[in-house]
């Protein structure tokens, strides 16, 4: 119904950057909030940020002043930017979007996004 395709993962040296995009076709046209999330191995998926439509942004503590989340509406794409890339960032990073009638005080909560990618990985080097 909603599709989700990641890309721009890849091998990066500490201290470099990386920009993921998400393309999301299908039924898009009510999906309000969409998201980051990324699973290092033995570790708990964790929320990395999310954007609504209208642009109000979430972070994870970790990733805040390093990683941007934007969207391009008209082409039904997000984005991550990561900046001052950090060991500790690698993981698999997936993109994922909201049911639609998520609401802004839910957009922390993995439970209402119904929609995901099969994810890219990330490999920071120190």
């Known amino acids: 119904q909603v599709q989700l395709v990641e890309s721009g993962g890849g091998l990066v040296q500490a201290g470099g950057s990386l920009r993921l995009s998400c393309a999301a076709s299908?039924?898009?046209?009510?999906?309000?909030?969409m998201g980051w999330y990324r699973q290092a191995p033995g570790k708990q998926r964790e929320l990395v940020a999310a954007i609504t439509s209208g642009g109000s942004t979430q972070y994870t503590d970790s990733v805040k002043g390093r990683f941007t989340i934007s969207r391009q509406n008209a082409i039904n794409t997000v984005y991550l930017q990561m900046n001052s890339l950090k060991p500790e960032d690698t993981a698999h990073y997936y993109c994922a979007a909201a049911r639609p009638s998520t609401i802004l005080s839910q957009i922390r909560v993995e439970s209402r996004y119904d929609y995901w990618g099969h994810g890219t990985q990330v490999t920071v080097s120190s």
């Open positions: 299908g039924n898009i046209a009510s999906i309000n909030i």
